[in-house]
């Protein structure tokens, strides 16, 4: 439903949205960590200190219909500028501030002539790591896939 | 009435000293981490995040060790951690029809699109005592099989094509939140929705069942269960558009109900819906049966006077964090009030002459 409501954005913009969800979604600590063994990070101000804050995710009646307060999650946002001005921000599900750190400069890194680097250092490792995460988990759910067998009935 | 009182300081604090003496229990055995609640006690972790209504799960295995194991207790110590955070903004709607299914059942058609997937259940299991886990041991790794990558549609989304169940069309109305206003009657589907997800389990669980012994039943199907992880997107307002924020497990619950229909609609199959934050299969089939019976008005049925049609009954009452509160409150100290009911009962009972002399005389 939502694939046909979607704005068109332009490709930069859905290159961004791709991995600032990558980092949201990437287990605590790891982008952190990958930065830190590459060597990547970079000296920056805060524009906002890692907060950690909810957002209330919504539901839709019948799964389709109208929009309702399911719960609400914990959420860690970051806003840094680096020495060039270039700004990253960083919103990760949970309550880790270095993670939120991490995204934030990530991001901001993205938009530098280190986003080569960046990509191939922390970014790519992530999706490996979550591609993996969720492979395995869909096979354990396919190998529980019921096979249904037509049995023969007496009277037929 | 409640009336402050003075005193008690020293036996609260040795109280309390006590308390988590005892919770800790015995210390020749080894003390519980947070996150061995976190990954193996994850159904309550899952119970606390939904009647917590908030999806954080060391923050609700660090409540369950806290509350000694007491669900309520935790879910108490989520609710007020809740109100100390900023709120950021709402996010989408979720996309069920996107999730990655760990589990993904109808008890309404064998043959579906994306099959049937029993996932992690304890369905079919003979509900015996498993010895072998009271000693510690590797578990072996669970069978895998290649997975296919296909999108996994709805099942009401079949029945919709050939008209025969009644839609959900989308809306985008701002949807009223229970965190920021009292409840107010009349409440609508949206506002009922959000009271029960985070409404307490077996309050829901017996109404449900009410329905299907006869008070207002509505003869459900389990259209479709499925449990999995689904993305949250909500827009920034500083990049100005919309991000994953994250990914969160759900449970969701769609009844197939008996027909609806008029002069004007042919008969048609209704429905019923429940949403739950983690994996909580019983709860969200019970929400889809308590939101189907609560639909009396607006699918044309009669109120028979049962106690899961009755909204502000079940919407007043689902709550336990608002029930314990209540319930709880009346063992704290009421001595002044106590005290006012002892005078009238002697006065009472003087009148009455029931007393001897010597006790009115007092």
């Keep these: ?119 191939a250092a922390v970014l790519a490792p992530l999706r490996a790591e979550e591609a993996a995460r969720k492979s395995a988990r869909a096979e354990k759910a396919a190998a529980t896939k019921v096979e249904f067998f037509t049995l023969v009935r007496g009277e037929d | 009435m409640y009336v402050a009182v003075k005193g008690g300081e020293r036996a609260i604090e040795n109280a309390h000293a006590w308390l988590a003496e005892e919770r800790r229990g015995d210390t020749a055995v080894a003390e519980l981490s947070v996150a061995q609640i976190r990954e193996q006690l994850s159904l309550a972790v899952n119970r606390v995040m939904a009647e917590g209504s908030l999806y954080d799960p060391d923050l609700a295995a660090l409540a369950i060790k806290q509350a000694r194991g007491d669900l309520i207790e935790a879910i108490f110590l989520i609710r007020a951690y809740r109100t100390t955070l900023p709120r950021f903004g709402a996010s989408e709607p979720v996309e069920t029809s996107e999730m990655a299914c760990d589990r993904r059942i109808s008890a309404t058609f064998k043959d579906l699109p994306g099959g049937q997937v029993l996932g992690p259940t304890f369905d079919y299991t003979h509900r015996l005592l498993d010895f072998k886990l009271a000693a510690e041991g590797e578990v072996p790794p669970a069978p895998s099989r290649e997975a296919d990558e296909a999108h996994v549609p709805h099942v009401t ?91 969160i497990t759900v449970t969701e619950c769609e009844t197939v109900n008996q027909f609806g229909g008029s002069k004007t609609e042919p008969p048609q199959f209704t429905r019923g819906y429940g949403l739950i934050l983690g994996q909580s299969e019983r709860k969200a089939i019970s929400v889809a049966l308590v939101d189907r019976a609560m639909r009396w008005e607006e699918l044309g049925e009669d109120n028979v006077g049962a106690p899961a049609q009755d909204i502000e009954f079940v919407l007043s009452h689902a709550d336990n964090i608002q029930a314990t509160g209540f319930l709880e409150h009346i063992k704290l100290p009421h001595y002044v009030d106590f005290q006012s009911e002892l005078e009238l009962i002697r006065k009472l009972r003087r009148e009455a002459g029931a007393v001897p002399a010597q006790e009115a005389a007092e």
């Design chain 1, 1 to 119: 439903m939502a694939a046909t409501l979607a704005p068109e954005r332009p490709p930069e913009t859905e290159a961004r949205r791709a991995y600032m969800g990558l980092l949201a979604r990437a287990a605590e600590g790891r982008a952190a960590a990958l930065l830190a063994e590459a060597g990547l990070a970079q000296p920056f101000d805060w524009l906002r200190r890692p907060e950690i804050g909810t957002v209330m995710v919504r539901g839709r009646a019948g799964g389709t219909g109208a929009p309702f307060n399911l719960g609400e999650m914990t959420v860690t946002r970051a806003a840094l500028k680096l020495a060039c001005g270039t700004v990253g921000h960083g919103h990760v599900a949970g309550r880790s501030r270095p993670g939120a750190e991490a995204a934030a400069l990530i991001d901001a890194l993205m938009q530098t002539g280190r986003a080569e680097e960046v990509e």
């Design chain 2, 157 to 247: 989304a079949f029945l919709n094509r050939e008209g025969l169940i009644e839609e959900a069309p989308a809306e985008e109305t701002e949807p009223r939140d229970l965190t920021r206003e009292p409840l107010e009657l009349p409440a609508d589907r949206a506002l009922r929705l959000q009271a029960l997800a985070r409404a307490d389990e077996g309050f829901t669980l017996g109404l449900a069942y009410s329905t299907q012994r006869g008070y207002a039943r509505n003869h459900a199907f389990v259209g479709e269960l499925r449990i999995g992880a689904v993305a949250v997107e909500m827009e920034i307002p500083e990049l100005g558009f919309a991000i994953e924020i994250g990914e």
